[in-house]
């Protein structure tokens, strides 16, 4: 099987050569948006939703080799509450990580063939997943090779895994996931999955799931999709313009995928435009309220 595999995937095998590799780029980020049940008696069927945002920043040496330090937080612009979550190291198509003093594991093989698998150690139960269908997707304009896995074998039939790998990006549920998986519930709203990734300053995975990178729909916040405004055009090349029915209040903030703050203004109007035609193309992220509701959408700034 494994002979056949590689004679039917030789020329996208040299394609992939091209990808862009996340784990090796210091300016990689993954936003990784979680839903649950967080229902009150005041509103017994309310799914909660926040988003993790895990990045690359900076690296360290370790017996004279590079690793590079991945962090997470719930601050869309990844710069504030910055949590420390390990180290990773590319080494050809395996994905090293290490956290503290535990050994040094295979976070990610995308050497693999059709009928390889690897193992999942989850909080109650350990399991081998199987590759059992590679297909070819195309990011951002370069190939790559999607992984899809078996669901593994469990104390509990109504729940699930759906594990995918994506190639150079890593798993759907999040970078870090194969090292702390877990299974979600089929008979409740549960789900951990990657909404978005950035490398760079190119947006490259984006979940059909979701309009937006970051979603943070908990009581108190308002369900973004429930305010009403428009941004266009999007992409954009010059005039940025934000039309709202309802008043867009204090500092309008755009950020790049690395977090930095690139141009604030100030509006208590219901139509704001803004210029960016100064701006490098690639994403960005607008920080605004409407409304007594928060705002971050990504615009992508080009031609």
């Known amino acids: 099987m494994k002979s056949i595999l590689l004679l039917s995937f030789l020329l996208p095998t040299l394609l992939f050569s091209q990808i862009t590799h996340h784990f090796s780029n210091q300016d990689s980020k993954w936003h990784v948006a979680k839903s649950f049940t967080a229902a009150t008696q005041e509103h017994p069927s309310f799914v909660a939703t926040t988003t993790t945002v895990f990045g690359i920043q900076g690296d360290s040496t370790i017996n004279s080799e590079v690793w590079s330090k991945i962090y997470s937080t719930s601050d869309s612009s990844f710069q504030n509450n910055l949590v420390f979550e390990g180290l990773t190291r590319v080494d050809n198509d395996l994905i090293l990580y290490k956290n503290g003093t535990n050994p040094i594991d295979t976070l990610y093989n995308f050497d693999l063939a059709i009928g390889d698998s690897v193992f999942y150690d989850f909080d109650y139960f350990t399991s081998w997943i199987h590759v059992y269908e590679i297909e070819t997707v195309l990011l951002n304009g370069e190939s790559y090779r999607k992984f ?88 954009v090349s010059s005039i940025l313009t934000i ?61």
Do not use: R
């Not at 995918?164 to 549920?173: A, F, L, Q, R, Y």
């Not at 979600?184 to 760079?200: A, G, H, I, M, Y």
């Not at 690139?262 to 605004?288: A, C, P, Q, R, W």
């Open 148 to 235: 899809i896995f078996t669901e593994p074998n469990g104390p509990t039939a109504f729940d699930h895994l759906s594990e995918v790998w994506i190639e150079g990006i890593g798993s759907v549920h999040g970078p870090l996931f194969p090292n702390t998986p877990t299974k979600f519930s089929e008979e409740v709203p549960d789900s951990l999955l990657l909404t978005c990734s950035f490398s760079n300053n190119q947006d490259f995975f984006q979940h059909p799931s979701y309009s937006d990178c970051y979603v943070n729909i908990t009581l108190g916040i308002k369900n973004q999709e429930a305010l009403d405004f428009s941004i266009y055009p999007n992409p």
């Open 243 to 303: 039309e709202s029915t309802q008043n867009i209040n204090g500092e309008i903030e755009f950020f790049d995928v690395n977090g930095k703050l690139v141009k604030t203004m100030e509006s208590f109007d219901e139509k704001v435009t803004i210029d960016v035609s100064g701006f490098e193309n690639g994403v960005y992220f607008l920080h605004f309220d409407v409304g007594s509701g928060k705002v971050v959408k990504k615009v992508l700034v080009g031609e």
